[in-house]
């Protein structure tokens, strides 16, 4: 009896350990970073800084309104920091490489950044989109777009269609994070 209460315990211990994933994913790197020395991070309300112009369409206006709010993680590059920056670019690299819960929406190059943009859901009902950047002139970073039933076209046209007012109080506080 007792040889089988020992064996059914380590059984159940090797079950549990395995079972548990190690697997970093970007809501635990976005608490890590949270409040990490050398890094800018926020969560932002997107109507503390997002406006439509008043010419948008009706589906650009829901399509606002299907975004909650904004995580952004950014560490600026600094001739100190050329190691952190390169632990940090390859750990959101692992969070994106081969991970299922993320697919791919575009690649692209920005004013020498390397851009990428994950989503995830589905094509139709996306529940949040994610753009991870990176130079060796500026530094890497996250920003995470959290909503409910977001359609990435209808993200795209509505970025492309968004008044960022500069004079906006929300917007001169964050834009003051990444002035030198």
């Known amino acids: 009896m007792k040889t089988t209460t020992v ?16 697997e970093k994913s970007l809501q ?3 608490v890590d970073t949270s409040g990490k020395e050398g890094f800018y991070t926020g969560d932002l309300p997107v109507s503390s800084i997002l406006s439509a112009k008043t ?4 589906d650009i206006k829901r399509s606002i ?3 909650k709010k904004i ?7 600094t001739a100190d920091n050329t190691a952190d920056y390169e632990i940090e670019k390859e750990k ?3 969070i994106f490489k081969g991970n299922e819960a993320y697919k791919s929406l575009m690649s692209m190059k920005v004013k020498g950044m390397n851009v990428n943009m994950y989503y995830s859901g589905d094509t139709e009902n996306i529940d949040e989109v994610i753009a991870f950047g990176y130079s060796k002139n500026t530094g890497v970073g996250v920003a995470r777009l959290l909503g409910k039933k977001m359609n990435p076209l209808k993200i ?3 970025l ?15 834009s003051k994070m990444f002035t030198k």
Request: charged share 20%; net charge negative; with cysteine.
């Open 156 to 158: 795209i046209e509505t």
């Open 65 to 67: 309104k299907s975004i």
């Open 92 to 94: 959101l690299n692992a």
């Open 71 to 77: 995580n952004i993680v950014f560490l600026p590059k």
């Open 28 to 30: 635990s790197y976005l």
């Open 160 to 174: 492309s269609s968004t008044d960022f007012n500069e004079e906006n109080p929300a917007l001169k506080q964050f």
């Open 55 to 58: 010419d948008v369409s009706e």
């Open 7 to 22: 064996l059914s315990s380590i059984l159940l211990l090797i079950l549990f350990t395995c079972s548990c994933k190690n």
